[in-house]
């Protein structure tokens, strides 16, 4: 049993968040195992992006957003805790947005900022090698060697999500979260992020948010099936995708609603 | 002395920075301290430790130099009848004396003939209390400086040495800053109060002298009669009486003011109405850039127009045909005023007929309406809240502007109503009452601070009931 | 049908008078322009009279060994005279004042100046173009008129004659009127300048600068970042719209009031107009850096919050430096704006005659608009001129700042 713990990157219980008084997340409990891929899933409006950014705080910032219920980090750290500071726990949770965001600023400066504020290098040449080695696992290094000090609004969308990806790795956290990461983006930019994905999952435990359900079952190994903010099927992927318990969950992935 | 102080005051900041960095970095990689901030934010923290305290106390220091000076040099072995002196006549001295400290120890030949004749003229009593003052001036240049070193080095030095492992700076300095970032932000509101403060307790100051009953009907201008050589001697109330009479320069603003919204209000809704509705892209390029101009042209180049070239034009057109007019007259203040407010009309009506849905005039043009008729009976009375508001706030701009009038309106009070005679000015008459000498103490110069409270509650109220007016308007086409 | 045609017709008038009224407006600008720029340009030439100019030690006293301060001391209006007396030799005393008149007032200080960059001269020759006093350089310039009689014109027959013969010799020439740019004012036009006044401006520009853009900044923060919208926010957002719209008297009112008389700064200094420009400024500048701050979209502030940034690094190091090109066009063209101020600073007492050069913020000065308005109220014909190029330099100045402002918002503004 204590090893089941600690295997879970976090656990929640009893989520529920509000929007003023508008109910967007009803009693939702759901752990999410180390290491592995976890696909939301559910059609637009059920409440994905409002559960994901309840995991790193990022509805801290919007006023009239109440959560409520357990969230805990790696089985002990509870994540609106006072134990734990929130930019010490976005520096654990990364995240990468629905719409790639880098700062209008260098390419390299988009990477080094988040090293540089958290204090990771003490000399230039190491925040140079978490750059570089950041750059790398994104796939996106060969891409940008010879213009680390352009603008990185001038690149693509696809290398520009890379490039967040990169941002949010370069500060070491272990779990990612990606809202619809690909959704803005083209068939082939979307293959290599979705290639990339299958190889961080080696070192981060991943929490994905798409509206691609075939996106879903090639990626991930767990699946989260949302609907109307409540969470109603959560297991294997291949289990969900094949032979789900919930009569919703087979309308939605056979294409009935959403 | 006060730039290299404030120069020394930046250098030593910016040491402490690194001061502060380093001894933090120290600790991290030689102490093997775990720190709960990154490096930079112990170097802020030195810097706002040192840099806070000594600005307020600079800022203090400046604050009270003269009543430090005053009690340094004041004393009454040198002017016996100090007790006597009016608080006027204290400043003067003051100046006077502050003026000889300069060249009281300069040798005679550096002298220019002006300076020795200073020096001839004042007493010896005032030649030693200016020598006092120069020697206070000093010390007290000296110990400022001082002060500003030494005090900030202690305090970074204090704040150095308190960075340890168990010193979390970030907050501390984002506490502060947010401070700041707060403070900021009421100054405007601060601002706001010192106006009011200043123009009532000044106003009030003037209504002891003159009746407020007096002062807002009566229907007299001639402030010459607060002359008097000593105001500390008080004031004669007859003297005073239908000196300050507010009327005819209510009227004389207004009627300038009107003559203005007369050539502003047609010219600039036209100008809007054609630019939005008729002209090709280019025209508007063309046009509206250069009527902006007029908005950007400083008034007193308008004040300068309208003396030099439009109120002589005007007096000979009205002699030709025979109509005296007068080389003051309302009417050219008037007409150089409204050129300068057509594009504040112009470009106020501009966004409010913007504002006005297509749907509206979509419906007028089915109905088989000509453009003008669509103008006229659909776009002008939906958007005519709008346009009263943007009015509004041009009187209120018409009322308050003080150049053109200075220049070119008349300084002589004059009830009139007919454009062609001269007229006054609420703002004429309080650069009037403020130029030559500032007296504290006469109601000759407090006058204008009456004026002055005057003029921002009519505008302030003008300005409120046309933002309100706008603001309705904008929200219902939302 | 013929109601039609009516109709017509009214939409015709109708275009009409808006076509009228935008020519009407563009003329005015045209006149203005021209008038300004017809009475201004001669500010910037002066006119001169050839002489002979011999450095007499024996006369002002000093030699080549003499020390600067001597030589500045040394007696040039007497000199002056004997220039005057030697170029023109055989003049009775009436007619030697009527003659002196003609050069300008100033020309010891002339010859002082030349001495003191040239002290090798002492005991030489040399030939000088020497200013000449403002009514004969109105002559001149042709606007004042010669066809009148005497008792109308300020120069008299003699003098005309005199000049004439001058005119004849080849003596009387033009030159760039340098004294219009470094000189301060002066109680003679053909010696006034403007210098003074554009380095007083300069100085109360920066003070308000200095006060109005950290402190208008800081503000809009708080308002846009860090406050939620409420009751306080909703105060300060009335109160600096009421702000922009107080007559600027008012702030010279608050100078004076507050700053002179309860603090006790000093009357006349560019700092205190400085403030009082700045408390003018401020309100344009929060209202375009809110504008602008409002503009950095949310994902930018997400993206650093997202990688454990606090809100306070958020916003200075990405949301303030990507609205700082919206920040600083606003601050220059409210900048523009004080510049051209002029009721301010006749409340606080910049608007006296003042000969130095201001120094400092804390010297006495005046600024380029109250100079203008000094100088347009002189009843001298020189100073018409004067008043006029004043102009013409402070609508350079205000077309420069608006161009760096447009220039500002379209190099450097990021566009999302
Ligand atoms: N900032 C917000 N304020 C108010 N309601 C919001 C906000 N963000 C999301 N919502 C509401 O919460 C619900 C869930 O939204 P979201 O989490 O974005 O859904 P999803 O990502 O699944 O499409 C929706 O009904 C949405 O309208
Ligand atoms: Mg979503």
């Known amino acids: 049993m204590v090893e089941q713990v600690n295997s879970f990157a976090i656990k929640t219980k009893n989520v529920s968040v509000h929007y003023g008084n508008k109910m967007a997340i009803d009693d939702v409990t759901i752990n999410f195992t180390k290491n592995d891929v976890t696909s939301l899933i559910g059609p637009s409006g059920c409440g994905k992006s409002t559960f994901l950014r309840c995991l790193n705080r990022m509805n801290d910032v919007i006023e009239s957003c109440k959560v409520q219920g357990e969230f805990l980090l790696n089985g002990v750290t509870d994540i609106y805790g006072d134990s734990i500071q929130v930019e010490t726990l976005r520096e654990k949770i990364g995240m990468v947005f629905q719409k790639p965001n880098p700062f209008p600023k260098s390419i390299f400066e988009n990477v080094a900022y988040g090293p540089k504020i958290h204090g990771l290098a003490s000399t230039q040449s190491e925040l140079n090698d978490i750059v570089m080695e950041s750059l790398n696992r994104a796939g996106l290094y060969e891409e940008v060697k010879d213009r680390m000090d352009d603008i990185a609004t001038g690149l693509s969308g696809g290398q520009q999500q890379r490039l967040c990806i990169a941002r949010a790795i370069a500060i070491r956290p272990e779990i990612i979260l990606m809202d619809e990461p690909c959704s803005a983006l083209d068939p082939i930019a979307t293959a290599r992020i979705e290639e990339l994905i299958n190889e961080l999952k080696e070192k981060y435990t991943i929490i994905i948010v798409t509206h691609s359900m075939s996106q879903a079952s090639r990626i991930s190994q767990r699946t989260a099936f949302f609907h109307l903010g409540k969470l109603i099927e959560h297991g294997d992927t291949s289990k969900i995708f094949t032979k789900p318990d919930k009569e919703q969950t087979n309308d939605y992935i056979t294409g009935r609603f959403g | ?478 | ?416």
């Open chain 3, 1 to 416: 049908m013929n109601s039609l045609n009516k109709r017509l017709s009214a939409e015709k008038r109708f275009q009409a008078y808006g076509l009228f009224a935008v020519a009407l407006s563009m003329f005015f600008v045209l006149i203005l322009m021209w008038k300004i720029f017809s009475t201004g340009s001669g500010a910037f030439v002066r006119t001169t009279i050839e002489a002979n100019v011999f450095f007499n030690p024996d006369f002002i006293q000093v030699n080549q060994n003499s020390l600067e301060k001597e030589l500045y001391r040394a007696s040039y209006v007497a000199l002056a005279d004997e220039v005057v007396r030697q170029n023109h030799p055989k003049l009775n005393e009436e007619q030697f004042i009527k003659v002196r008149e003609m050069y300008t007032r100033k020309f010891d200080y002339q010859l002082r100046d030349y001495l003191l960059d040239n002290p090798d001269k002492i005991g030489q020759s040399i030939i000088m173009k020497i200013t000449a006093s403002s009514d004969l350089d109105q002559i001149v310039k042709g606007n004042y008129p010669r066809d009148v009689p005497e008792a109308q014109r300020k120069i008299n027959d003699y003098q005309l004659s005199v000049l004439d013969k001058l005119t004849s010799e080849g003596k009387v020439s033009s030159v760039f009127n340098f004294w219009f740019f470094t000189k301060g004012d002066s109680r003679d036009p053909e010696s006034a300048g403007i210098w003074g006044a554009v380095m007083g401006s300069l100085y109360a520009l920066i003070i308000c600068f200095s006060f109005a853009f950290p402190i208008g900044l800081l503000a809009s923060v708080y308002l846009e970042e860090f406050v939620k919208p409420g009751k306080v926010t909703d105060i300060i957002e009335v109160n600096i719209n009421n702000l922009a719209a107080v007559p600027s008297i008012v702030f010279g009112l608050l100078g004076l009031g507050m700053l002179i008389g309860v603090i006790g700064l000093p009357y006349q200094v560019p700092l205190v107009g400085g403030l009082v420009l700045g408390f003018m400024t401020l309100p344009t500048i929060i209202i375009a850096s809110r504008a602008s701050l409002r503009s950095v979209p949310p994902s930018i502030r997400e993206g650093a919050l997202a990688v454990g940034a606090t809100k306070m690094q958020t916003v200075f190091h990405h949301v303030i430096p990507l609205s700082l090109p919206g920040t600083l066009t606003g601050t220059i063209i409210g900048m523009a704006q004080a510049l051209g101020e002029t009721a301010p600073l006749l409340m606080i007492g910049m608007v006296a005659f003042v000969m130095e050069i201001p120094g400092g913020p804390l010297d006495p000065a005046t600024g380029l608009p109250s100079q203008i308005y000094l100088w347009s109220e002189s009843a001298e014909r020189g100073f018409l001129e004067k008043t006029s190029a004043g102009i013409m330099l402070l609508l350079l100045f205000l077309i420069i700042m608006n161009t760096a402002a447009v220039v500002i918002r379209r190099r450097l503004e990021v566009k999302w």
């Open chain 2, 1 to 478: 002395m006060i730039y290299f102080a404030l120069l020394i005051l930046v250098i030593i900041s910016y040491l402490f920075y690194f001061v502060g960095k380093k001894r933090a970095l120290n600790l991290k990689f030689n102490g093997n301290i775990k720190l709960s901030s990154q490096p930079d934010y112990f170097g802020y923290y030195v810097v706002l430790m040192a840099l806070i305290p000594a600005l307020l106390m600079w800022f203090g220091l400046l604050l009270f130099k003269g009543n430090f000076q005053e009690m340094f040099v004041m004393s009454p072995i040198l002017f016996p009848d100090i007790s006597t002196w009016s608080d006027g006549k204290l400043g003067l001295i003051l100046n006077k004396l502050n003026n000889l400290s300069v060249i009281v120890n300069l040798p005679l030949d550096d002298l220019t003939n002006g300076e020795k004749s200073i020096l001839n003229m004042a007493s010896e009593n005032e030649l030693t209390a200016a020598k006092k003052l120069a020697n206070f001036d000093k010390i007290y240049g000296w110990s400022n400086l001082t002060l500003f070193i030494i005090f900030p080095i202690i305090l970074g030095f204090l704040a150095t040495r308190s960075i340890s492992g168990k010193l979390n700076a970030q907050p501390i300095v984002e506490k502060i800053i947010t401070y700041i970032i707060k403070g900021s932000s009421y100054i405007a509101i601060l601002i706001t109060i010192g106006i009011f403060l200043s123009l009532v307790f000044e106003a009030i100051n003037f209504f002891r002298y003159v009746n407020p009953v007096d002062f807002f009907f009566s229907t007299g201008w001639n402030p010459n009669r607060a002359f008097v050589v000593d105001a500390s001697e008080g004031f004669d109330k007859d003297d005073l009486e239908n000196a300050f009479g507010f009327i005819p320069l209510l009227t004389g603003t207004l009627l300038i003011a009107t003559v203005a919204m007369i050539v502003a209000i047609p010219l600039g809704l036209m100008s809007a109405i054609y630019l939005a509705e008729y002209a090709s892209k280019r025209v508007r390029d063309i046009a509206k850039p250069i009527i902006e101009i007029l908005a950007g042209i400083p008034t007193v180049v308008y004040g300068f127009f309208a003396a030099l070239s439009l109120a002589p034009f005007i007096k000979d057109v009205g002699e030709s045909v025979g109509l005296p007019v007068s080389a003051e007259s309302a009417l050219a203040a008037g007409l150089a005023m409204g050129v300068m407010i057509i594009p504040f009309v112009s470009s106020l009506s501009d966004d409010v007929i913007k504002a006005v849905p297509q749907s509206l005039r979509d419906g007028s043009y089915a109905l088989g309406a000509t453009r003008s008729e669509t103008i006229k009976k659909v776009i002008l009375p939906a958007a005519l809240a709008g346009i009263m508001g943007s009015f509004l706030l041009a009187v209120s701009r018409a009322i308050g502007e003080t150049m053109i009038v200075v220049m070119a309106a008349s300084l002589r009070a004059n009830l009139t109503f007919n454009p062609l005679e001269p007229a006054t000015t609420i703002t004429t008459q309080i650069v009037t009452s403020l130029i030559g000498d500032v007296e504290f103490d006469n109601p000759k110069t407090l006058v204008a601070f009456a004026l002055g409270l005057t003029l921002f509650l009519m505008t302030l109220l003008l300005n409120i009931l046309a933002i309100t007016i706008v603001k309705k308007y904008r929200e219902k086409y939302e």
